[in-house]
T-cell receptor, first 114, second 108 residues
Framework: EAQVTQNPRYLITVTGKKLTVTCSQN?????MSWYRQDPGLGLRQIYY???????DKGDVPEGYKVSRKEKRNFPLILESPSPNQTSLYFC?????????????FGPGTRLTVL | AQRVTQPEKLLSVFKGAPVELKCNYS??????LFWYVQYSRQRLQLLLR??SRESIKGFTADLNKGETSFHLKKPFAQEEDSAMYYC??????????FGGGTRLMVKP
């Protein structure tokens, strides 16, 4: 089944403990992106990648890192998580970065930082 | 800069009533607009896009460049339409900007 997968789906951690949320797609998509969803704010883009080894900042990149070593994977790294990063995170992918392309979303990862 | 505003956080209507979810945008160029929907316990998914000019599940949306709006409409709401709806804009080609979302509740 063509899809975007994320792991873990739920995570509770403490301030300062490095964590990685994985994202993988099996559709051979070039474009991948990370969003965070907060009540009243909708989805805000954290980072995106137009292809392997090409990443760029979105609207809210502070406190996050990403890498794109393989086409299918786009992990989100929080080097030193803080409570204000408690949120629901979504990974998405699309065939290319073209502006008409539909983005396919993962199921979400709910992160709580204590 | 590009911005999307959905002025209503919650919209409650009765089954069979018309529904209009408002979306206003700010972008200096020619925007590409989308409506995404998230049903309970499901992933966010594309509902419709401006360029396709299609009707999906009875929903339509027309881009009004003069009013910078892309409102989502359906003449007769159904209970299964209850969901969270997000308007989104792709201006520069690489970044998709979402509005804050509107929760639609269709009461029986």
């Amino acid at each position: 089944e063509a899809q975007v997968t994320q792991n873990p789906r739920y995570l509770i951690t403490v301030t300062g403990k490095k964590l990685t949320v994985t994202c993988s797609q099996n559709m051979n998509h070039e474009y991948m992106s990370w969003y965070r969803q907060d009540p009243g704010l909708g989805l805000r883009q954290i980072y995106y990648s137009m292809n392997v080894e090409v990443t760029d900042k979105g609207d809210v990149p502070e406190g996050y890192k990403v890498s794109r070593k393989e086409k299918r994977n786009f992990p989100l790294i929080l080097e030193s998580p803080s409570p204000n990063q408690t949120s629901l995170y979504f990974c998405a992918s699309s065939l290319t970065s073209g502006r008409y392309n539909e983005q396919f979303f993962g199921p979400g990862t709910r992160l709580t930082v204590l | 800069a590009q911005r999307v505003t959905q002025p209503e956080k919650l919209l409650s209507v009765f089954k069979g009533a018309p529904v209009e979810l408002k979306c206003n945008y700010s972008y200096s160029g020619s925007p590409e607009l989308f409506w995404y929907v998230q049903y309970s316990r499901q992933r966010l998914q594309l509902l419709l896009r401006h360029i396709s000019r299609e009707s999906i599940k009875g929903f339509t949306a027309d881009l009004n460049k003069g009013e910078t709006s892309f409102h989502l409409k359906k003449p007769f709401a159904q209970e299964e339409d209850s969901a969270m709806y997000y308007c989104a804009l792709n201006g520069a080609g690489n970044m998709l900007t979402f509005g804050g979302g509107t929760r639609l509740m269709v009461k029986p």
